[in-house]
């Protein structure tokens, strides 16, 4: 009897325990301020979006967003904890509830936004599917590629506009796919493919890391999709989208109003209704996120704008601005009014 | 169950107590069984739960919806706007072929190497022995991407620069090229002569063996054989109009057209998984070889056999029956190993049903999938062998 009632209370005691996680549905903003510290989904290293530099410091324009968040909630933009995820592992993380945030290059579409059961709240980047192909391939154009060998990653919206874009066009390929990054190019490089094909902003991410030999490799100019690029958050927690959402509105609404991370401390007392509210001086916005009423101020003295994020974290890998641009500059990046 | 003897008698009225011990036995076996069943089901209920409340989708119907993905080797028509349920046809397929290629093939490999290490030339034996231990002790996933990336991909040109040894073969990082039989009815033919062969050899041979056990005579077994497996496709053929037109590949536009390709994903897997299996292969023949003891030859050829009869009557038979069991298990082996064909790009069953869970989101069903399949295919190999091994197995009179 001894040992029966050890076996039982052993077996009360792991059930326990598994109960106790399974209904544990509380609100991410109060795990989040539990906790100290805000868990982002990034990629495991795309320059300019997320990657780590020499110093182990994760820079990039995902990365940003990520820190935006923290600074709205803790006033402090280094409270960010981040994990690597490859583009199989990102939905399985952020439903799971392994990170708060998935920042990684991740394209909006309605089969992720339902049945995935996840919710993008904006979109930091404009992007599109494109082509590379060595110069020596005398290629002009992705509509000469009929019969082509094209290398490209599994799991990912670029496989499925790859085969949409080759049947529209009545045209016939050959997929090599490989799920690692490096070992796409690789075989890429190697000639497996004749082409290599993922987001614009990847392509001229991989060209721009092959250094002397970038101008052996050319961008074809077709652009084949729309890749709206966003964080996403768990589906039904609506007070973290709205943080979310809003964190990166007040970003690009203080590129519109002239407010960088340099220049806003001389403006906390400037006329302007909308300058007094993005400060934080006036309208109680942070109150209805409950949050701060100096969220919006500690998002963009610590991290900045968007061009200034765009600027330090994308330009230098050769994209320019395009698209993403303001509207007002003649893109498309727009934000509601923060009021 | 078994039943406990028991020297005292039974007491009279029966009493449930826990030192008996049926009764002891028969508590503490409901109780792990309640126990385990429970887990399950609480498992399975909290997976439910969580996916509903998180708005997650689940069930089976995304099987019939389009895939939308191409893939690049299918043995059956397959295109992006088929369904998901035949992409996974197609991955399921593509296991199965490199599989049974690679059990072939590592088998012949494995047991010339393992008679090799046994072999009383010193280099022969050496070489073997030196090709065993360095291809078990070197992790599989590390040798496939060997061979996909450094020999194959970093060595072969590109298809332009194709090299051609010989008329219609063309040797690139493509793959390697070869003409083909043009499609024609008669190979369909020739291919149901085959297996009517083959059901005549062995219908024939057990008809040999009744009659040597009967009356003494043998029956040019070996002969007869090879005429019907090999004679009866080649009068299929001649019957069919002897049709002797190939498909050559050619080189159009980026690639070859036409003919037979073997691709450098396809060629790479199955390489790897030969030569990393052949190596335990040969440790298991020579372990079978060693079994049998010299005194077995030296009875046979007193009582007159040849040499070719006491391998193929005495030894074999003997060293089989300790083969055959490892073996099966590194058949299931090859099977399992070769879900890392994911690594260098091979639209294996676990490539195609990743990608596949990460279209559709459903990761448990895929999960689901993956394991079913694999569990079917390793259950049919080991019941196989199971019934193969009984049948040789030494039988008592």
Known sequence: MKHLGKIAATAAIALGALAGTANAQQSTLDAVKAKGFVQCGVNTGLAGFSAPDSQGVWKGLDVDMCRGVAAAVFGDANKVRYTGLTAQQRFTALQSGEVDILARNTTWTLARDTSLGLDFVAVNFYDGQGFMVKRTLNVKSAKELNGATVCVQPGTTTELNLADYFRANRMQFRPVVIEKLEEVVAAYLAGRCDAYTTDASGLASTRSAQGANANQHIILPEIISKEPLGPAVRHGDNKWADIVRWTFNVMVEAEEMGLTSGNIDSKMNDPNPGVQRLVGKTGDMGKMLGLENNWSYNIIKQVGNYGESYDRNVKPIGLERGVNELWSKGGIMYAPPVR | ?397
């Open chain 2, 1 to 397: 169950m078994a039943s406990i003897p028991r020297s005292r008698p039974a007491p009279p009225s029966i009493k449930l107590s826990l030192s008996d011990p049926v009764v002891r036995a028969i508590v503490f076996q409901v109780l792990v069984v309640g126990g385990v069943a429970l887990l399950v089901w609480y498992l399975v209920s909290n997976t439910m739960a969580n996916m509903e409340a998180r708005k997650i989708a689940s069930g089976f119907g995304f099987l019939n919806r389009e895939a939308g993905f191409a893939i690049s080797e299918h043995s059956i028509d397959y295109s992006p706007a088929d369904s998901y349920f035949r992409a996974l046809v197609v991955g399921v397929l593509n296991t199965l072929i490199v599989a049974i290629l690679g059990i072939i093939l590592a088998t012949i490999l494995g047991t010339i190497i393992g008679i090799g290490r046994l072999a009383k030339n010193w280099l022969i034996s050496q070489i073997c022995s030196v090709y065993i231990e360095v291809m078990r002790n070197l992790p599989l996933a590390l040798q496939l991407v060997f061979w996909y990336y450094a020999v194959i991909l970093e060595n072969l040109p590109s298809a332009r620069e194709a090299h051609n040894p010989l008329p219609g073969v063309f040797v690139s990082s493509r793959g390697i090229m070869v003409p083909v039989p043009a499609n024609d009815p008669t190979y369909g033919w020739m291919l149901i002569a085959c297996l009517i062969g083959i059901v005549g050899t062995v219908l024939l041979s057990r008809w040999a063996k009744a009659r040597q056990a009967a009356t003494g005579q043998q029956f040019p077994m070996l002969r007869a054989a090879a005429g019907l497996i090999l004679g009866l496709p080649l009068l299929a053929w001649l019957a069919g109009g002897a049709p002797t037109v190939l498909d050559w590949p050619e080189l159009r536009g980026f690639n070859f057209q036409g003919g037979g390709t073997l691709t450098p994903e396809f060629a790479a897997l199955l390489i790897g998984l030969v030569t990393y299996t052949a190596a335990f292969v040969a440790e298991i023949v020579r372990s079978g070889i060693l079994a049998v003891s010299h005194g077995q030859t030296e009875a046979s050829s007193a009582l007159g056999l040849k040499r070719g009869l006491t391998l193929r009557l005495v030894i074999l038979p003997q060293a089989l029956r300790v083969i055959i069991p490892p073996m099966i298990s590194q058949y299931l082996n090859i099977t399992k190993n070769s879900s890392l064909a994911v690594l260098i790009g091979y639209p294996d069953l676990v490539s195609i049903a990743n990608t596949t869970l990460n279209q559709t989101g459903q990761a448990i069903e895929g999960i689901g999938i993956i394991m079913m399949v694999y569990l079917t295919v390793s259950l049919s190999i080991a019941a196989f062998g199971n019934w193969y091994n009984k049948r040789i197995a030494l039988t008592e009179r």
